[in-house]
């Protein structure tokens, strides 16, 4: 039967590689009207994803073999950066080598990583044609989607996105759009898999740009005395102002996807500036909130070195559930060079699961501090248990003179300060 029949009713079989933030909730929302097979190494990943699954339309395995049922093959895996921060495709062609080893003819590839313009055709395309023995084109079809997953943004889930297709040609085109609307009603088609591809690096590169301005505007504005939320609230009173908040940067895209760019930018001869000065204010930014910490400490008189801090909010980002690639450890490893005593708060996860990415006391709740109390809070992410909080809370398991140090701003300053604590924000 042809893959459009196929498709149309409903008896395609769609495999996910990499079963991650953005390949669960993919393979879970295709399962819906599809046979999706849900594959990773990872066993661990394996048997947590497993449990309490009851979803006859969805398998999970790590058998490569089991590949070979799919029609569509849809890559989600991890594109990180090395430590000189050049693009480590090294997850993306372990996908590709599996996949082109265990294919079938006539199937589709799809990407979903997040890579520079040229990756999909120049990178995945041989390895596939090598490790499959088919020829693209004639034998199989490739296409790009990047992944637009937030974590813990509900308004953006991926039934209400829109979604990016480009395939090889407008044939593929098609028939992708046709498979991402089983999840989807809303698609664009790009002109090709290029400018897709450079599509979604820019969406990032975007957003870690006007970071990075309010970040500096923060830094800015905290030496000449001013207050940074003051400032956008009355610029945010014109029609053309976009208001972004400063704070830390972490997760898998924001701090990564920019070098993917300026990889392929010097590859054609190009030194970018632009993006380059905004990871590095982005980068920077850790260090600033350590200082501003110390420096309270110093104003109220405590001595650093001794001088316990908690710092509550240890993920990247407000309510997920996810501690690696957090900016917390950058701001954790800034203050230990200060001789202060580390302790951390994270109510979103385990401390057995925060034990593997922290070497720092890990408290179960705030009760617990309040035995040992604090010198110092550092608010790092507005998670929804913080906002709950109130400042007699944050009060009490701290010794005298308090001092808050709120990046995201939970709290009023004047409140704070009236409330008697030495208060902090950027």
């Given amino acids: 039967m042809p893959l459009r029949n196929k498709l149309t009713s409903n008896e395609s079989v769609v495999c996910v590689i990499g079963l991650g933030y953005v390949g669960l909730p993919l393979a879970e929302a295709f399962s819906k009207t599809l046979k999706v097979i849900g594959f990773d190494i990872d066993s661990e990943r394996l048997k947590k994803v497993s449990k309490n699954q009851s979803n006859q339309n969805l398998t999970f395995t790590d058998n490569a073999e089991a590949i070979r049922q799919a029609d569509f093959i849809v890559i989600c895996v991890p594109t990180p950066v090395t430590a000189s921060r050049e693009p480590d495709l090294s997850y993306v062609r372990q996908a590709a080598t599996l996949a082109g080893r265990n294919m079938k003819k006539d199937s589709v590839v799809i990407l979903e990583s997040t890579v520079y313009p040229g990756v999909t055709e120049e990178v995945i395309r041989p390895i596939l044609e090598k490790e499959s ?39 593929v085109t098609e028939l992708v759009a046709d498979l991402y609307r089983k999840v989807t009603p809303f698609i664009f088609k790009a002109k090709d898999i290029k400018t897709a591809e450079a599509a979604k690096v820019i969406e990032n590169i975007q957003r870690d740009l006007n970071i990075a301005l309010a970040n500096e505007l923060a830094i800015i504005f905290q030496k000449i005395g001013l207050n940074t939320r003051d400032v956008f609230e009355a610029a945010s009173t014109k029609w053309n102002f976009h208001r972004y908040n400063p704070g830390l940067v972490g997760g898998y895209c924001i701090p990564v996807v920019p070098y993917y760019l300026v990889y392929k930018a010097r590859e054609a001869g190009y030194h970018p500036q632009v993006i380059l000065a905004g990871r590095m204010i982005n980068d920077a930014m850790p260090g600033q909130v350590a200082a501003i910490t110390i420096k309270a400490l110093n104003n109220m008189g405590k001595v650093l070195k001794g001088s316990r801090v908690l710092v509550m909010g240890l993920t990247y980002k407000e309510n997920v559930a996810d501690a690696r690639e957090t900016p917390a450890k950058a701001l954790i490893k800034e203050l230990k060079e200060y001789g202060v005593e580390i302790s951390g708060f994270e109510p979103q996860l385990d401390t057995d699961d925060l034990k593997k990415e922290f070497d720092i006391e890990l408290c179960h709740d705030l009760e617990q501090v309040k035995k040992t109390r604090v010198d110092a809070v550092i608010l790092t992410v507005a998670h929804t248990a913080f906002r709950q909080l109130s400042l007699r809370d944050l009060k009490a398991i701290q010794n005298h003179d308090p001092i808050l140090v709120d990046i995201p701003g939970v709290f009023n300053a004047d409140e704070a300060r009236q409330a008697g604590f030495f208060y902090r924000t950027l």
Avoid at 140 to 161: M, T, V
């Fill in 133 to 171: 023995g088919l020829s693209c084109g004639a034998d199989f079809k490739l296409a790009y989607s990047p992944e637009r997953i937030n974590p813990g943004d509900r308004e953006h889930s991926l039934e209400k996105i829109i979604k990016i297709v480009a395939g090889m040609d407008e044939p």
